[in-house]
């Protein structure tokens, strides 16, 4: 069956830096586009990247652009998220999903699997 498991997640100090990972199986994972959503207390879960199957194209949500880049090793199976300058307003869980194809995906109806989340928590 599908899994897709992540880690990574921690408490950061504000101005730190993170690089989740997400470890897929029981698919053909290049075959797949990968996106990161987020959500954080209190609010609805919401796009942050995604990246095509074999080309690797990207795409972000504009609120993160610059600061976020997401990347695959297909060879790995995995998918990962770096963030930089990290603040407190990115304090969530974070989570990994298959898209239904190979193609850049950006709603939530687009995504297939889903992790369970790692949590991210940006304080002083």
């Known amino acids: 069956q599908v899994q897709l498991v992540e880690s990574g997640g921690g408490l950061v100090q504000p101005g730190g830096t993170l690089r989740l990972s997400c470890t897929a199986s029981?698919?053909?994972?290049?075959?797949?586009?990968m996106g990161w959503f987020r959500q954080a207390p209190g609010k609805e879960r919401e796009f942050v990247a995604c990246?095509?199957?074999?080309?690797?194209?990207?795409t972000y949500v504009d609120s993160v652009k610059g600061r976020f880049t997401i990347s695959r090793d297909n060879a790995k199976n995995t998918v990962y998220l770096q963030i930089d300058s990290l603040s407190p307003e990115d304090t969530a869980v974070y989570y990994c999903?298959?898209?239904?194809?190979?193609?850049?995906?950006?709603?939530?109806?687009?995504?297939?699997?889903w992790g369970q989340g790692t949590q991210v928590t940006v304080s002083s």
């Open positions: 999903a298959r898209a239904s194809s190979a193609t850049l995906r950006t709603t939530m109806e687009d995504y297939i699997d």
């Open positions: 990246i095509s199957g074999r080309s690797g194209i990207t």
């Open positions: 029981g698919f053909t994972f290049s075959m797949y586009a």
